[in-house]
């Protein structure tokens, strides 16, 4: 599957975006997604992933309350609302898929998930 990020920008703190992943392929609904993100200087985190179905989510501490990972299959994309953001949100982010036919479960480690999208750079100013 190819995964293609877009949709960040510049914002004030405060502000929010949208970032979408739109997948290739017809079995989007067979992936686990997930967003990760790395900010200058140090190592990609998890943020958000979510099951195939979309039925269950799973995010950081630090952006619980403030960051919604959804999915449209019939659309073949994942998407991230981030609202109230911050400037230690300022990150490159990436989202990710996990190919799967059996488990419904999400994943939150780097190592899980098999394709990558290119990334999408979303910078909050103070």
């Known amino acids: 599957v190819q995964l293609q990020a877009s949709g960040g920008g510049l914002v004030q703190a405060g502000g929010s975006l949208r970032l979408s992943c739109a997948a290739s392929?017809?079995?989007?609904?067979?992936?686990?997604m997930g967003w990760f993100r790395q900010a200058p200087g140090k190592e990609r985190e998890f943020v958000a992933a979510i099951n195939r179905s979309g039925g269950s989510t799973y995010y950081r501490d630090s952006v619980k309350g403030r960051f919604t990972i959804s999915r449209d299959n019939a659309k073949n994309t994942v998407y991230l609302q981030m609202n109230s953001l911050k400037p230690e949100d300022t990150a490159v982010y990436y989202c990710a898929a996990h190919g799967t036919y059996y488990s419904n479960n999400y994943y939150s480690e780097e190592y899980e998930y098999d394709y990558w999208g290119q990334g999408t750079q979303v910078t909050v100013s103070s």
């Open positions: 392929g017809r079995t989007f609904s067979s992936y686990a």
